[in-house]
């Protein structure tokens, strides 16, 4: 039976030296890359016959290295760096898998993709990709295969570093992320004891908090649990046995001590998670991923008040931009409960209830008061999907949440509680499960228990919007698409409620240095880009949502209710992606073909 102690201390962290390159760019390293490749090209495949056309292969190799979209998504941003260069003319991004004896994607079989095969018979240079997944990094490697006249053109370069930020980061539960790191673990011990001490930090050294160094140590626990579980089951070799230690014993063996350690780093949407083992003379062990703010226990403790009113020596945890959280009860029949909060300068608050997480009949009254007055008054413009959500303008100070049950019956419940300084605006949190991240796109999916239908979203919130004070939350755009069928895709850029009723909506796209106007319009509450359809009546322009493709940013221009000029730029960086994984996640090829690969 495994004991378990632990250790909470930094680990020593080695940084690999590796050659890459000359004009490798970290911060652009497929640009970069996509340059110095060309540069070879010119050199050894010369006299090159100007413009060259240029195609790319759909995914990289070895396709079980990346997730469908990862790979789709890399091959992408390769197919976008040459096609700024001087000298090229770039093929479709088409799937020239079935010409390479590649696993065909289906996209020759699509009639939006046009008359692909008399595409591919004019590329003259291939461009592929080979990747290696290391730690949370990928090597690539970028090489160019000549056709048509260019046989003899097979140029390569080094081996290169690409962060996850580019590849596509995955969301994940912890179970699985520990749940990989204990297999890999446990295929490497001996068949006698072996121990593990297990550190936990965050990014920057500094310590986690106890309550999370203990959910991991718990994760771990369970972890090894499973393996030894399954050896058992197995009979396949006497059982192993891996055991925690709060320090390593001097005198045992060496070769039989595990050191893990877990990285933490805060993200905008959640938390990165790097769990790590190693041993001497044993290859290292590694997995991680990004995580959902609820996957991890609040970093700080929040406690019912009751249902007294009286605040006196209550210590009330300071909200922050990382949602607080607390699983509640209230009886019914005017059951109530109350909860303490304090900001530290003025800010909007958001206080939620999410209808997800209610279980019981009835409705729930939440509301927010200061110490001595009334209840506050909400500034959010009302939401039916969230019915519970409340959001305020506070000063510096200690407040009081009530939660009050207006029926028969008891409810259950999550209460979720966040802050940010009047100064910035609260991020949209995400609609749903998050699955992934590209770069400043984010893809989600809600699923219903009842029926299993899924809605899959790909969204981003403002890069930049203004003036200051115009609003608590910040603008986002987003597109989402359900799973069944062949409906069609909903998708806005705004709520026009932010804006003066009446007054003009601009909006753009830019690519490169040209600026490309969007027919902008708001039937109904939201703003979409829109065109006149076949009956006269206005539709979604796919034509315009397909160009963001080619562009850097949106912008959006008009004027606030008060009259101020109102402007707000969203990044397309990572949009492509981001679009290509909702519509897989939902079995939406129409789209991805629509979308992505026109």
């Not at 004019?122 to 949370?136: L, N, S, W």
């Not at 999916?445 to 115009?470: L, M, S």
């Not at 755009?477 to 804006?499: F, N, P, T, V």
Request: charged share 20%; aromatic share 8%.
């Amino acid at each position: 039976m495994a004991t378990v102690w632990l250790a909470a201390a930094s680990p020593t962290v080695t940084a690999a030296q590796t050659q890459t390159f000359p004009g490798y760019n970290p911060q652009d390293p497929i640009g970069s890359a996509a340059q110095a490749l060309w540069q070879r090209i010119e050199k050894q495949c010369g006299p090159l016959k100007l413009p060259v056309r240029i195609g790319t292969a759909s995914r990289p190799q070895p396709e079980n290295a990346f997730s469908r979209d990862q790979g789709n998504n890399v091959m992408q941003q390769v197919h976008a760096a040459f096609s700024r260069l001087d000298g090229v003319r770039m093929a479709p991004f088409l799937d020239i898998g079935p010409v390479l004896n590649i696993s065909d994607t289906g996209i020759l079989d699509s009639a939006l993709a046009g008359n692909a095969k008399e595409q591919l018979s004019k590329i003259e240079i291939e461009i592929r990709a080979t990747g290696q997944r290391i730690g949370p990094s990928t090597r690539l490697l970028l090489s160019a295969h000549g056709w048509n006249g260019y046989e003899s053109c097979s140029p390569s370069l080094d081996p290169f570093t690409v962060s996850e930020e580019f590849i596509g980061e995955i969301y994940r539960r912890t179970e699985n992320i520990f749940d990989e790191v204990a297999e890999a673990i446990w295929e490497q011990s001996t068949e006698t004891s072996n121990t593990l001490a297990l550190s936990a930090h965050m990014l920057n050294g500094a310590p986690v908090n106890p309550g999370w160094l203990e959910f991991f140590s718990d994760r771990m626990r369970r972890a090894l649990s499973k393996q030894a579980d399954e050896e058992k089951k197995s009979r396949i070799r006497a059982p192993r046995h891996v055991s925690f230690a709060m320090l390593h014993d001097p005198s045992s063996e060496e070769a039989r001590r595990w050191s893990a350690s877990v990285s933490v780093e805060q993200r905008h949407n959640g938390f990165r998670i790097a769990v790590s083992a190693n041993r001497k003379d044993t290859t290292p062990v590694f997995s991680g991923g990004l995580v959902a703010f609820d996957d991890l226990p609040t970093a700080t403790q929040w406690a019912a008040l009751g249902s007294s009113r009286n605040q006196n020596a209550v210590s009330a945890p300071r909200l922050s931009e990382t949602p607080l959280r607390i699983d509640g009860r209230v009886e019914g029949g005017r059951g109530l409960q109350q909860y303490a909060f304090s900001i530290l300068r003025e800010s909007y608050v958001e206080v939620d209830i999410p209808l997800p997480s209610l279980r019981g009949p009835g409705k729930l009254l939440v509301e927010v008061f200061a110490p001595g007055h009334p209840p506050l008054r909400t500034i959010h413009i009302a939401n039916p999907s969230r019915p519970n959500l409340r959001r305020y303008r506070l000063g510096a100070g200690q407040y009081t949440i009530r939660v009050a049950n207006t029926g028969p019956s008891r409810q259950e419940y999550q209460l979720r509680a966040r802050a940010v300084d009047t100064s910035d605006m609260l991020l949209p949190e995400a609609p749903g499960r998050l699955i992934r991240r590209f770069q400043n796109w984010y893809a989600s999916v809600v699923e219903d228990a009842a029926t299993g239908k899924r809605t899959c979203y790909a969204y981003t919130a403002a890069a930049e919007a203004g003036p200051t004070n115009w609003r608590e939350q910040a603008p986002f755009i987003l597109l989402s698409a359900e799973s069944e069928g062949s409906g069609a895709i909903q998708h806005l850029l705004d709520d026009k409620r932010y804006y003066r009723p009446g007054a003009p909506i601009e909006a753009s796209v830019t690519e490169g240095g040209d600026v490309r106007p969007l027919n902008a319009s708001a039937p109904g509450n939201f703003i979409r880009p829109m065109k006149e359809g076949s009956n006269g009546q206005p539709i979604l322009d796919m034509d315009a949502v397909a160009g963001y493709n080619k562009g850097t940013t949106l912008e959006l221009n008009g004027t606030t209710p008060d009259g101020r000029p109102a402007h707000v730029v969203y990044s397309l960086q990572g949009y492509r992606a981001a679009v290509n994984a909702m519509s897989l996640e939902c079995g939406r090829r129409d789209l991805a073909n629509a979308l992505v690969w026109k």
